[in-house]
């Protein structure tokens, strides 16, 4: 059975059917339901694409309802335990896990391109002293692509794995160095000795020893966090990437767009408001009255809730695993009792079960970064790097989808028409 939809426009009286695939409609079909000939097709409203499906994408499976996360099929939960962040990155990339050999190439050529040309130290130097880390990246990647003039190339896969693998390198020594740089740090360089998410350590918090050894339980907890940000569908980074690598642009002008939506509040600061928070809340005893300022509207629960998931956040698991990892070399913070107490309260009370609000991703990992004396505005640079591979993968997919046109949304005019011009010198007489 074919399935459809009959639509009935009462204007005219006329009937339409209107393909379903894969559970979708497509804009097209509807945009042929006119009054008349001589006027436009409708269109669908729909600001923020609350439920409008720009793309198809075999990448990342969401099912909100159930606390699903999926990368390439595999479940969030198994690459989080058993994966690393760059076989993770491998397999966002390239579609399926790499074998010994392959992944020993990948891990080699992404070694390899760590480094980064003299003249981005440079230019990176060139910032104040207290510009936001966020800034600095999304200044620096946008600046690879006059360093790598051939990324232009979007035709030639060749010339796009290469960028793609420069990239995943050099984020961290972008995002190391914009720490450094905010704390009148020397830069440090690349030790391609270590792996990935230790040499990441290695760059923001080396000083004068000769070869820094990062704690595995921290290099670990790194790898994970990394992992469970690295793709997550079709948010508003994810977005911005691919409505800008719509133009055909390069992958660095691409993905700076994605770093520049992640630098806003509402997409990558939630994990700074939710440290915020427990700070604002001070104590166990405290969390009554302000589960109780919640329920009145006077008070907000940051961390708690998600457009997509309607259900425990399956990253949030995880993330409070690899907090217990952390501070067990940190020591304990005392926020992680009330961030504990307050999950425990919201969990177990109806006006929060009742409208399906559950940790986020943002709710431990927070802790995880003060934890690791990171400042509140470098929080959104290791969500970045985390996320790097899933922008890159969503980018690829893009340049190889014959379906994908330049992104150009309808708008709806709200304005004047037909307004006729006074000349300066008679409005002004």
Not at 359 to 382: C, H, K, M, R, W
């Amino acid at each position: 059975m074919t399935e459809s939809l009959t639509v009935r426009d009462n204007r005219t009286g006329t009937e339409y059917e209107v393909p379903i695939t894969d559970g979708t409609i497509r804009a097209a079909d509807i945009g042929k339901i006119k009054a008349s000939e001589d006027t436009p097709g409708l269109a669908v409203y729909d600001p923020g694409f609350v439920n409008t499906a720009s793309c198809r994408s075999s990448i990342t499976y969401i099912d909100g309802d159930k606390g699903i996360l999926e990368y390439r099929g595999y479940p969030i939960e198994q690459l989080a335990e058993k994966s690393s962040f760059l076989e993770v990155a491998y397999l966002l990339i390239h579609g399926d896990l790499p074998t010994k050999e392959q992944y020993e190439a990948w891990v080699h050529h992404i070694t390899y391109h760590t480094f980064v040309h003299e003249n981005v130290k440079d230019f990176m130097q060139g910032f104040r002293y207290d510009a936001h880390p966020m800034g600095m990246l999304m200044a620096s990647v946008g600046a690879l692509s006059t360093f790598y003039p051939e990324s232009r190339n979007i035709s030639d896969a060749d010339n796009r794995n290469i960028q793609i693998i420069r990239m995943i390198a050099k984020m961290p020594t972008l995002g190391a160095w914009s720490f450094r740089h905010a704390q009148g740090k020397p830069y440090v360089y690349p030790d391609n000795s270590l792996d990935y998410s230790g040499n990441f350590l290695s760059m923001l918090f080396k000083m004068s020893e000769t070869q820094y050894e990062p704690d595995p339980r921290l290099v670990k907890a790194l790898d994970t966090l990394l992992i469970l940000h690295a793709d997550h569908e079709q948010n508003a980074s994810t977005n911005a990437v691919r409505s800008v690598g719509s133009t055909q642009v390069d992958p660095y002008s691409a993905v700076s767009a994605g770093v520049a939506a992640l630098f806003g509040p509402l997409h990558g600061g939630a994990n700074e408001a939710v440290l915020r928070m427990l700070k604002r809340i001070g104590t166990v005893d405290n969390i009554p009255s302000f589960i109780e300022g919640v329920k009145n509207g006077d008070e907000r629960l940051m961390g708690f809730g998600h457009r997509v998931y309607k259900n425990y956040d399956p990253r949030a698991k995880l993330i409070k695993k690899a907090a217990e990892d952390v501070f067990e070399v940190t020591g304990t913070n005392p926020l992680l009792d009330i961030a504990v107490e307050l999950e425990r309260i919201a969990l177990s009370d109806e006006y929060f079960v009742k409208r399906k609000l559950y940790p986020n991703v943002d709710f431990y990992s927070g802790l995880i970064y003060e934890a690791l004396q990171f400042p509140p505005e470098f929080f959104t640079v290791l969500f970045a790097i985390g996320r790097t591979p899933g922008w890159l993968a969503q980018w690829l997919e893009l340049t190889q989808d014959k379906e994908q046109k330049i992104a150009r949304p309808k708008q709806i005019y709200t304005g004047e028409r037909g307004l006729t011009f006074t000349p300066a010198e008679e409005r002004w007489a």
